[in-house]
Each structure stands twice: as C-alpha cells, then as structure tokens.
C-alpha cells in the first residue's frame, strides 16, 4: 500500500474559535455539556492492590468461597492437579510462587471451564534440613532429649513453616483446602507410607544388602540420586602402575620374559586402598608398550596421550591384542599384600585415562555391579564418618598413617605412599564435575554399607516404569527420554536413610538367630499404631510391645527381638503421596489427570511417584506431567532461595500479588524464566492498560442494562458486529491455550487484543457515538451491547490469571439475573455467546478497513506534526485509490470530520481543513451546523439526539 500525503493551505472557516467551548456552550437554554455521556464509573483507575487483595481474601474466606466451588461442581467431571509438596523449611520464594500460580491457573481454569477440580495442597515434612536445624536449635540440650523428644521438636519446627508458607500462598489468590492439607508427618499420612513399606516388601520388592550408595560423611546417611547434586571439585588425578604377576606370555607371546605393568588411572586416590581388581573393554585394542626395561598395557587409542602424560617420549610397541586376552590376568596392589584381578567390563570407555579402570566394588556402583558377576567381596575400608579403619574382607592390612584418617586427609598421604612404592608414573589437579550432597553442599563418597532397596529388576519393576513413561503426555515433550534415560539406567533404590525424622523401617531382627522379622500380620499391627499415635510410638514403645505378644521368629522361633534403627528416605514418602491423597475419603479418583512441578523432579517426585505406582498400582499415578523452568534475575543468574523469597516478598508488599501472577501468566513457564526491575516495569504497564480496558468498559455501561437495552445482533451496526467476532476468535484462541498450558500466549493475546483493537481501534471509534448519540438510540445501544458483551466475555477470560483484579472488576460489572456473587464461581466464555453472525467475507473486509484506518491516521498525525490540524476532528479526508466501501462510516472510523473518496491508482489520503463550522457538542466539523434554529451552535446530528433526548 503506497502512501502519499497532501495538504492543503486552511481556508476561513468563518466562525470566531472562541465561542466554541462546551463549557460556556448553550444553546435554547440547554446546558450542552450535560447532554453527553461522559463515563461514570466508581472502578479507580489505580489499582490500590496492596489494601484490595487483603480485603477480597476476606470476603472469599467469609464466603467460604472454596467450599461453594466445590459444592457448585459437585457431580460433574473431575479434573486432578495432584499437588507435590513444597519442603516445609523456609519462606516462600520465586520458584514457589511460579509453581503454585502455575497450579492455580490450572485448577481455575478447569474449574472454569466446568469441571469439578478440587486442590488439596501439601508439605513434606520429613527429612535432614529440619532435623539438622532442629539439632542446631537445641545445641548441647539434644543430648539429654529423648528420640520423642526430638522428633516433637521437628514436628514443630515443620508445623511453623508449614503455618507461614500457607499464608504466603493464599495472599496468592491461590485456592485449595488449606484448612486441611496433606502433611506427610501426620498420623494418617505416615501410616501410609509404612504401609507402602509393607506392601513393596510383601510383593518381594525389597532387600537389605551391602552395596555402595552416595554417602554424605558431613550428615553420616546415604542418599537418594535426588538428593545429589553435580557441582565443580577439584580432585587429584594419577596414574598407577600394577605388577603383572600372571604369566605374560599367556596375554601374547612377544611378552615373554618381560616387566610388565597394568596402568590404571583415577581421580579418587584414596579408593586405591579398596583396589580387587582393573577392569579392560572386551572389544577394545590394547597394546604393550617397551618404555626401557618395562613393558605397560594400555589401550591402543590413548597410547600417545598415557605417554605424554607419563613422559615416555615414543614408545616401542611389542604388541597389539584385544582386551578380551586380558581376563583372569593376576597384578599385585602397588603397596598392600593382595592381588587385583584383571576383569572385562562394558563400562571401560576411551574417554579418558588409560582403558584399564581401576575397580573398587565398595567403592562405586559400577564396579560393584562388574564385582558381583567377578564374585569380588565388597570390601570398604572406609566408616561413616569417612575415615579409615582396619576393615575384614580383603587380604592385606592397610598402612598405620592412614588409619583414623578421612578420605580427604588420605589423598596427599596414598599419593606419597605410590610414590615411595615406585607406583606412581604421574599426577595432576583436574577440576571435574562431582556429586555434593544437596543439603550440606559437601563432596558425598561412594561407599558400601548395609542398606535397604528396591530392586529396580525385580517384578520387572524397571521395564514395567518404562512401559508406563509411554502412556504419559509428557510437557515439555523431551520430559518422555528424560525420565526413561534415568529410569533405565538408574541403580537400585536406597530407600534406607540413618536419621530419626522421619517414618522408620518397620521391620525386627530376633535376637536370637538376627533373622528379620517381615510378617505380614505384624507390621500390618504397627501400622494401626502409626495412624492412632502417629510414628512417635516406633520411639516411645518397646520391640515387645510394638510386635505384640504373637510375635515368633519364623527361622528360629525366638520372640525376643529389636527394631530397625533406620528410616525411609523422604523421597518414598513423597512418592507415596497420591497413595495417600487421591482416596475414596477425598473424593480424588486415582490417577491424578496432572503432576506439575520443577524439572529437578525427574530425578525426585515424578520418579518416586512412577515407581510407587507401577510397583504397587500397576500403573503410573499421572496422566500428565509438566515442568516448569527455574527463576532467573535479569543478567540470566539463578535467584538463590534467599533472593527470590526477597523478590516474592517485595513484589507482592510493593505492588500486589496481580503483578506476579501477571508475570507468571506473561512467560513460557516450560523454560527458564528471568525476573528483572526492568520486566517488572513493563509488566506493571501492560497491568494498567489492562485494568484501564475494563474501566473504560464499565464507565460507558453506566446506563446500560443488558436485559433491556441489549440489541440482537443482527440489528447491530456492522462495526460493533466486527468487534464481537474478534472477540469471538480471541476466546477460541484462548481456550485453545489453556487447554494447553501455554498461559503465555493467553496472555498475549488477550493483552493485545485490549491494546489493538480494543483500546487503539474500537474504543477510539466508539467513543463518539457513546457519548453524543441519543441515549437509547439504537447507535448507542448497539455499541454498548458490543461493548457489554465483550467486557462480560473478558473479565471472564482473563480471571484465572489476574483472580483479584477480575473479581474486582465483577463486582462493578451489570451481571444478568442468575450471575454468581463471585466470578470465580462462574464459567469461561463460549465462543458462540458473542457471535455476532458476520459473514467471514465482510469480517475481511473490515479487517482491511481497519489496514487503511491505520494507514489515515498516520497522515493525520503527518499533518498534525505540520500544524495544519490540531485534533483529527478538524481535518477532512480525501480518499484516492480507495474501493473499500463503508463510505457512510469512514468519518467515524477514521474520527474525522469528513472523507471525500476519490478515484485513484493507488491509496492515496490528503489531508485538509474540514469544511463548516464546529459543533459545540461533539466537536465535529459540518456545514449543517446553524440551520436547527433551535440549536443553533451544534449540527443536524447532534440536533436530532437532542430532541430525542428532551422530547
């Protein structure tokens, strides 16, 4: 479309400027200016978030607000966001209030649209964070405390968060039961996950057994793989060198009366001392390489980067042979009296080192796994505190300086100790990533004890999880690879922890024979205990007294007998947690339709959960699962929980909790999300534009009553009929998105329809006929019909994301005769409520109307830049190259005083000076006004409404 602009010099108008003001404007004794329809509305133009949220929250709690939610779905289909439970430690922060705000667009949403979706929130009560500040808290009184005692002191503790986060959370504008959460520590709750327990070792789910776990030697307990996190350390890196004790002709005959040595490499010199075995790739190529007198085994692709490392210069070599030949070779430990055996292992790579690794099965799950087809002990030298003692299982008896050392303080001293063996060909620092226990933050160890697990192969419980990941939607889509990626090669799960906060392992060893006692009928009585007393009664009662008086070994028949000491790891409480809530007594059918939560929990709660419910349901507890992304400031830096509970605080003290929920609507929720002064800023605007499109609504709906005035509409003006079918399109688009969960796009949209075509096309073009045209003409009650329906569609729209500024705005709004008190009891709109039965063609014909409108109004902003306008109003419009028709309504489309529409090759808009005399009324120019000897100052079409109006 090619634009050219003329002007045209003013001509005399011949009429005096100055007596054109409607405030000294009458004519026949009317007070013009009382004859317009200037807004009138009591809705405030600021939004005073900080005193209305309280307020509403009040009337929504007076109101019982939840419960007539629930009462007014009663019956019909249910939708379930299953909640995970926040850790009740600490306030609130940024990544909480996204999550929950996610989860309450959700259950609004589906609420809205009609469904029955009860929220029951939950907190995770257990665990080491509270235990260990509770410990901190009580100090040296801890020791003279009983484990009762502690543990009231940790209930406490959680109760106290658990009081401050719900608070936090419904000054959200989030709605659920919080009057009755779920708490993982309460007695009914507890008593599930012992009955769990029971169930996953009854179906011969679960073993005890020696084998290594991620051990935190700060906190003294195993850990869950969601319980570590990778982080940068800095480890020394050697390379070891082992006598072949072996005949070396047995690998290939070129090594016959030859030195030869397997060289390992590592980065935890402290496990050398737990050295069984060097584990080779089958399949890989190996060599022996002649460095002077010594001939070292080393894999072919890494010779040259071993011998630069080692300082070999070019070494000769003597001969080439698959690893395969290197099984059941015998090398001696450089400095301990024992033999490490050669083994073939698939797990070798050529990523690093040398291709011969280092195996300690008391040492890491890798080799443990290899150790156990090879039938190596497991041997760990190492106790819970990370110190070494004189440990049984292996030849050979460690050095004295090591002994009472940690693993830490072991490093320098076994390095000094390979050297003085002539072991050690070389040594580096090398800066990796290694795991850290997620609550201290300290380097864990892998180190064998006797643990509890579900076997992850038992029952084909692995295969069956990965079935069930299929029949899952997965949002993010590549959530489905991850979550399969951890599943298949996940270890077995250490569901064992040595605390005291928490729900122990219900199982007795007898005294006699230490057999365990895992009858059925036993610990189903302990169970009973834990739901009337809660797990209190494992601490405060007897073995005797717990497994009662029918209790028999059924080994040796003995009946004396003592408890487990350990607990579950929180992570099966958790997981749990749908076993626990979606029950009969909830009215919460089960599966849950959706999980929600960060994307940590494919390794934690969506994990858990999966596994609980394959093992003991037979299926996956979820319908669904989306992940958020983690909260970032500007600069694209994590916020640390402190700063982002400074963030959540600030904003909804400062500006209102609209404003974060506002954000939370604006962004993809699936990626990482940033929050910024300078985000805030613009999201604060796009909140007053939003919250001034509903004010300018209800200011000019004053006298409008829906039931009375409404217009159908095919009687309404073509105009109003065009702003209803792009509403009509919005609301599609947006129920679209919501089924989705692309809250973005729904904010998006509705924020630019309020911006375009609303505010900056139909609002401009409307405000004319609102305010001048007679007051029940069928003009003006047209648009407020359009207008009406339009507001009442968006309000309704948009009140799952803004839920205080949308209840406010109900409460200003006209609603017909059935309406809900509370918008949130009502149902979002239909595209057909608003259909305006505009032909698909004229709709597109208006489309490019408004084009063309666009395209006028930056004439006439050309030539009010060049001073021959002041307002639109005083310019007339000459049309070249136009065909569009409407010419009737061009002047108030383009809100001008008259257009002229010429034939022309292209679109073409001159602009001039109107012709005539401007209207004391409406400000119109026009060449009628002066002819109604009446009304002398306005124009014939304000003389018409005004004897309509005065009769």
């Known amino acids: 479309m090619i634009l050219k602009v003329f002007w045209t010099p003013p001509r005399d108008i011949g009429y005096d400027e100055k007596n054109t003001s409607m405030e000294s404007a009458k004519s026949a004794n009317v007070d013009l200016k009382k004859t317009v329809h200037l807004p009138k509305t009591d809705f405030s133009m600021k939004a005073n978030l900080g005193q209305l949220e309280p307020r509403l929250l009040a009337q929504w709690d007076d109101a019982q607000l939840y419960d007539r939610i629930r009462a007014e779905r009663r019956g019909q289909p249910t939708y379930i966001l299953h909640d995970g439970p926040p850790y009740a430690n600490g306030n609130i922060h940024l990544g909480h209030a996204l999550n929950k705000l996610l989860k309450d667009f959700i259950v609004k949403v589906k609420t809205m649209q009609g469904y029955d979706s009860p929220y029951v929130p939950g907190w995770d009560c257990h665990g080491l964070p509270i235990e260990h500040k509770v410990e901190s808290e009580l100090g040296s009184k801890r020791a003279t405390m009983s484990p009762v005692e502690i543990r009231a002191a940790c209930r406490k503790y959680a109760a106290k968060y658990v009081d401050l986060q719900r608070k936090d959370f419904i000054r959200l504008g989030v709605f659920g039961r919080w009057s009755e959460p779920y708490l993982t520590m309460s007695a009914e709750y507890e008593a599930v996950i012992a009955g769990a327990f029971v169930d996953f070792l009854e179906k011969g789910y679960v073993y005890k057994g020696l084998k290594p776990v991620n051990w935190c030697t700060h906190d003294r307990t195993a850990l869950a793989e969601a319980e570590v996190e990778y982080e940068n350390h800095t480890s020394p890196s050697v390379w070891v060198r082992f006598a072949l004790s072996s005949d070396p002709a047995a690998i290939d005959p070129a090594l016959k009366g030859k030195r ?106 890798e080799d443990y796994v290899i150790g156990q087809t090879y039938g190596l002990p497991v041997y760990c030298p190492v106790d819970g505190a990370g110190r070494f003692f004189q440990a049984e299982g292996a030849p050979g008896r460690l050095p004295e300086e090591l002994l009472g050392k940690t693993i830490w303080q072991a490093n320098p001293l076994v390095i000094e100790i390979l050297k003085n063996a002539g072991a050690l060909l070389a040594e580096n620092k090398i800066e990796h990533s290694y795991p850290h226990c997620w609550r201290c933050h300290r380097p864990t160890i892998f180190r064998a004890t006797e643990q509890w697990f579900i076997g992850m192969d038992r029952n084909n419980l692995r295969e069956r999880a990965l079935d069930a990941i299929k029949t899952v939607k997965w949002t993010p889509s590549w959530g489905q690879e991850r979550i399969s990626n951890m599943i298949a090669t996940r270890p077995d799960w250490c569901i064992s922890r040595q605390k005291l906060w928490g729900v122990p392992i219900i199982v007795f060893y007898c005294e006699g024979c230490q057999e365990p006692l895992t009858d059925r009928k036993i610990l189903d009585r302990v169970v009973d205990l834990f739901r009337q007393k809660t797990v209190d009664v494992w601490y405060s009662q007897s073995a005797a007294e717990l497994a009662g008086p029918d209790a028999r070994c059924g080994s040796c028949g003995g009946t004396s007998f003592r408890k487990e000491t350990d607990i579950l790891d929180v992570w099966f409480d958790s997981g749990v947690s749908h076993l626990a809530v979606l029950t009969p007594e909830n009215s919460l059918p089960w599966p849950a339709d959706l999980y929600l939560e960060g994307g940590d929990q494919y390794r934690g709660w969506f994990h858990s959960s999966l596994l609980v419910g394959v093992a003991l349901r037979g299926a996956a507890p979820y319908r669904a699962t989306a992940t958020n992304g983690w909260t970032l400031d500007g600069e694209g830096r994590a916020l640390s929980k402190s700063r982002g509970s400074e963030a959540a605080e600030k904003i909804i003290s400062k500006y209102g909790a609209d404003v974060l929920r506002l954000w939370v609507a604006s962004i993809d929720f699936t990626e990482d999300v940033r929050l910024s002064d300078t985000i805030l800023d613009r999201l604060i605007e796009a909140y007053r534009k939003l919250r001034n499109t509903f004010r300018y609504a209800l200011g000019n709906l004053y006298d409008f009553n829906p039931e009375k005035d409404a217009v159908p509409a095919d009687e309404m003006l073509e105009i109003d009929r065009w702003i209803l079918a792009r509403t009509e399109d919005l609301i599609r688009r947006c129920r679209g998105w919501y089924d989705t969960l692309e809250f973005h796009k729904v904010y998006r949209a509705i924020y630019d329809f309020a911006t375009a075509d609303l505010s900056a096309r139909y609002f401009d073009i409307l405000k004319d006929r609102l305010y001048t045209a007679a007051t029940s003409s069928p003009a003006r009650r047209s648009g407020q019909t359009a207008l009406y329906r339009v507001h009442y569609a968006l309000v309704r729209l948009i009140a799952p994301l803004l839920a205080f500024t949308a209840e406010e705005v109900w409460s200003h709004t006209a609603k017909p005769a059935g309406a809900p008190e509370s918008i949130h009891l009502e149902l979002l709109p239909e595209p057909e409520e608003v259909a305006s039965g505009l032909p698909a063609a004229r709709l597109a014909e208006w489309d490019r109307l408004m084009e063309v409108r666009d395209v006028v109004l930056k004439a006439l902003e050309e030539a009010r830049q060049a001073k021959l306008i002041g307002t639109s109003l005083e310019a007339r419009v000459r049309l070249q190259g136009y065909q569009g028709g409407f010419e009737a309504e061009l002047p108030s489309v383009f809100i001008v005083s008259q257009v002229v529409v010429e034939p022309g090759v292209s679109l073409r808009a001159i602009i001039e000076r109107a012709d005539g005399v401007k209207c004391e009324r409406c400000w119109k120019y026009s060449t009628a006004v002066g002819q109604d000897a009446e009304f002398l100052t306005v124009c014939d079409s304000c003389s018409a409404a005004l004897r309509d109006m005065l009769g």
């Not at 002077?292 to 070019?314: P, S």
């Not at 301990?336 to 797990?347: A, M, P, T, V």
């Not at 050529?350 to 040492?363: D, F, I, M, R």
Request: aromatic share 10%; glycine share 12%; charged share 15%.
């Open 260 to 365: 030869v040595w397997g060289l390992i490499w590592t980065t935890t010199p402290w496990t050398i001392p737990a050295n069984l075995a060097i584990a080779f790739h089958p399949s890989f190529m190996y060599v022996a390489a002649e460095v002077g007198d010594d001939v070292y085994i080393v894999a072919k692709d890494l010779l040259n980067a071993t011998a630069g490392v080692c300082g070999w210069g070019t070494p000769r070599v003597i001969a080439e042979f698959q690893g395969l030949r290197l099984e059941k070779t015998v090398f001696r430990h450089p400095f301990l009296d024992r033999d490490s055996i050669g083994i073939l292992g698939e797990h070798v790579t050529l990523e690093q080192g040398t291709g011969a690794v280092h195996t300690a099965p008391g040492h890491g799950q």
